[in-house]
């Protein structure tokens, strides 16, 4: 299974499950099923609870939003993370401030899905990670998955168990990979801590202690296990890996014990370098271990992705920047 079919599988038992569950977007009516075709089948199993919207992100929102208030469980869907700015007002000033502001008399159980990340070639309005935007809201969690686990269990989790509104990221990349079994793998020793929104620790299986502490999520989680398994055989060089469900409110008990061991942290993301999600990590690491940790951070470029591939390549980080910051960091 791969992760598409893990999300979309994960849609559909939710649909099955309870009846409160509605599904909203635009584009998502069969045979089209979504842009990236997460929502294939749900329209022609769940006619009543599938509703195609017009193009307007505020207006879907702000539409998932009401029907939240009113008891139902509304997962949107935004076709391109890049629209998501369109909708900010309704998540920030909306979703994410009406429980606290109506003193707790309502929540608001909303799934907005949305893909992000480049390496398709989309261009610069296609293919950026806007995650980071929403990262530090008062009362939004902010999710990510990856291809490790139970992705689609990280969603049924969030429409089915969250009674307050979730952003929740996937990479594009990462719809056509296998889904990464914690049992399977004879090369890594991969652990869960976590329930809902787990965190992953993976290492290489039977390696020396850690040298190295690595942070990352999505796609760039991904990219972040192949570099841990050529630092390990080509460099030896032995990395923990620490990927995170959960983004926002942050959760970082596992990475500060990572990096009592290790007094390296490098952190890698998609999203452009400047004020990002790295940033915040190193700096709550800087909080609990002081100036002695060394620490680094890999980004995107702070510019727009360019459509042309070669270029884009140049802007968002890939296996050899992690290789050789990681190598940088050891000397």
Same mark, same amino acid.
């Given at each position: 299974m791969n992760v598409l079919q893990a999300l979309n599988g994960s849609l559909h038992a939710c649909m099955a499950e309870s009846e409160q569950v509605y599904f909203l977007g635009e584009d998502i009516l069969e045979p089209y099923g979504g842009a990236f075709k997460v929502a294939q089948g749900l329209s022609t199993t769940y006619p009543g609870r599938v509703i195609t919207t017009p193009v307007s992100e505020a207006g879907i929102v702000g539409l998932g939003v009401g029907m939240a208030l009113r008891g139902l469980k509304a997962v949107v869907e935004i076709m391109f993370g890049d629209f998501i700015a369109l909708a900010a007002d309704q998540i920030i000033n909306h979703a994410a401030k009406l429980r606290w502001v109506s003193g707790e008399k309502v929540r608001v159980p909303l799934v907005i899905r949305t893909p992000m990340g480049g390496g398709r070639g989309y261009g610069p309005t296609h293919s950026q990670t806007l995650e980071k935007h929403f990262l530090g809201v008062p009362g939004l969690r902010v999710l990510a998955v990856t291809a490790l686990d139970d992705p689609g269990g990280v969603l049924k989790s969030a429409i089915l168990e969250d009674d307050d509104p979730v952003l929740f990221i996937e990479h594009k990349l990462l719809y056509a990979k296998p889904v990464i079994s914690l049992?399977?793998?004879? *090369?890594?020793?991969?652990?869960?801590?976590?329930?809902?929104?787990?965190?992953?620790?993976?290492?290489?299986?039977?390696?020396?202690?850690?040298?190295?502490?690595?942070?990352?999520?999505?796609?760039?989680?991904?990219?972040?296990?192949?570099? $841990?398994? !050529? +630092?390990?055989?080509?460099? *030896?060089?032995?990395?923990?890996?620490?990927?995170?469900?959960? +983004?926002?409110?942050?959760? @970082?008990?596992?990475?500060?014990?990572? @990096?009592?061991?290790?007094? !390296? @942290?490098?952190? @890698?993301?998609?999203?452009?370098?400047?004020?990002?999600?790295?940033?915040?990590?190193?700096?709550?690491? $800087?909080?609990?271990?002081?100036?002695? +940790?060394?620490?680094?951070?890999?980004?995107?470029?702070?510019?727009?992705?360019?459509?042309?591939?070669?270029?884009?390549?140049?802007?968002?980080?890939? $296996?050899?920047? $992690?290789?050789?910051?990681a190598r940088e960091m050891i000397s």
């Open positions: 049992v399977e793998s004879s *090369e890594f020793s991969l652990q869960r801590s976590g329930e809902r929104y787990p965190v992953y620790h993976l290492t290489i299986a039977g390696s020396p202690p850690p040298m190295l502490t690595i942070t990352a999520y999505g796609y760039m989680a991904e990219l972040a296990r192949q570099a $841990v398994q !050529r +630092l390990a055989f080509e460099h *030896e060089i032995f990395a923990d890996l620490v990927i995170p469900t959960q +983004l926002s409110p942050f959760s @970082l008990d596992p990475l500060l014990e990572s @990096l009592a061991k290790t007094g !390296r @942290l490098l952190t @890698l993301e998609e999203g452009s370098h400047t004020h990002g999600w790295g940033a915040e990590v190193l700096a709550h690491a $800087v909080e609990t271990h002081g100036p002695r +940790l060394q620490a680094k951070r890999l980004a995107a470029r702070d510019m727009p992705i360019p459509a042309s591939g070669p270029l884009e390549k140049s802007v968002i980080p890939d $296996v050899e920047g $992690v290789i050789r910051a």
